[in-house]
């Protein structure tokens, strides 16, 4: 039986290299007939289509034998074709994104570059929507690569066309991402800034604002980590005052106890206050490894007092 998968798998991608090398003939047919003069485009437009029909027909059969990488490459000729005719940009966005789609499974970087540009093309035909999906796609990629920085330069750039596009929930979750890489990073300020900005934004939208608190919580955790407990209590009753329901939450009664134990020098209350919370909601691994942090500062204090 997998003799046979095997077989089927090969003469599809025999398949797939007969229909590739067909399209070159044709993309080169239609460079050969002056493709770039603009006094001939009419024909070797058709030409040009043509050739971007077949890659695609290869990238189909490639996608079958699961040859990723030449079905990757099959795409992006498309893709590359399909650019050439103004008309016809989506089509060239849409197979850049194929492309990508198949590099994933072989080539991140490769899979990247033709996010990039797929998102290029998505946003010069102003389908901003699509445009942001594909750049918060490029920031996740990033991000399983490990490459936080980069990561967090696309979230940014998502949550800013999703801005574009109205959509509050998608860019609100781009911005919690850099937030996120930034508190890591040890730029407390600037993952302040983000976490009361998307706060914000919830408490303004009756269908976000239930999250708010989450963010609120987040953001007083930073302040916290960058050892100022004056400024952290001024920020949990600002808090309390920009929203009415966080008063009496649990992220409210977690920022209180962590405050007042990190005032009192207290890691027996820090703890207490911890586990209170992580019964009722399980804690993610960013807030264990802010919570960490904190930690590792009292237990400094402690010794520094000792």
């Given at each position: 039986?997998s ?16 229909l ?22 009419g024909?070797n437009a ?12 290869a990238g189909?059969?490639f996608?079958?034998?699961k ?7 099959a795409?992006?000729r498309?893709?590359?074709?399909y ?14 994104a ?11 970087e ?8 797929a ?15 594909t750049c918060r796609?490029?920031?996740?990629l ?5 490459e936080?920085?980069?990561?967090a ?13 109205d ?12 937030a996120?890489?930034?508190?890591l990073?040890?730029?407390f300020?600037?993952a ?7 706060a ?9 604002r239930y ?7 987040r ?8 050892g100022d ?14 929203d ?5 939450s ?13 005032q ?6 820090f ?15 960013w ?20």
């Amino acid at each position: 039986m997998s003799g046979s998968y095997t077989s089927v798998r090969s003469v599809n991608e025999n398949d797939g290299d007969e229909l590739f090398s067909r399209a070159e003939k044709k993309a080169k047919s239609a460079r050969a007939s002056g493709f770039r003069s603009i006094l001939g485009l009419g024909g070797n437009a058709t030409k040009v289509e043509e050739a971007a029909e077949l890659f695609v027909k290869a990238g189909n059969t490639f996608k079958l034998a699961k040859a990723w990488q030449k079905a990757g490459d099959a795409y992006m000729r498309a893709a590359e074709n399909y650019a050439q005719l103004p008309d016809l940009s989506f089509e060239a966005a849409s197979k850049f994104a194929d492309a990508a789609r198949c590099l994933k499974n072989v080539n991140s970087e490769d899979a990247i570059v033709a996010m990039q540009k797929a998102m290029e093309m998505y946003t010069k035909e102003a389908r901003f929507q699509q445009g942001a999906k594909t750049c918060r796609e490029i920031a996740e990629l990033y991000e399983t690569m490990g490459e936080t920085n980069k990561a967090a330069e696309a979230y940014e750039q998502a949550a800013d066309l999703y801005d574009g596009e109205d959509a509050k929930s998608h860019a609100n979750q781009c911005r919690t991402k850099v937030a996120e890489f930034a508190a890591l990073a040890g730029d407390f300020n600037r993952a302040i800034d983000l976490f009361e900005k998307v706060a914000t934004v919830s408490l303004e939208n009756k269908l976000l604002r239930y999250g708010a608190k989450e963010y609120l919580l987040r953001a007083g955790l930073c302040r916290i980590c960058l050892g100022d407990e004056v400024g952290a209590s001024r920020a949990l009753e600002k808090y309390k005052a920009l929203d009415s329901s966080f008063s009496d939450s649990r992220e409210a009664k977690l920022l209180e106890g962590v405050i007042l134990a990190v005032q009192e020098n207290d890691e027996e209350s820090f703890t207490e206050a911890v586990a209170e919370y992580d019964s009722l909601s399980k804690l993610d691994p960013w807030k264990t490894s802010i919570l960490l942090k904190i930690k590792k500062n009292l237990k400094a204090q402690d010794e520094d007092l000792t």
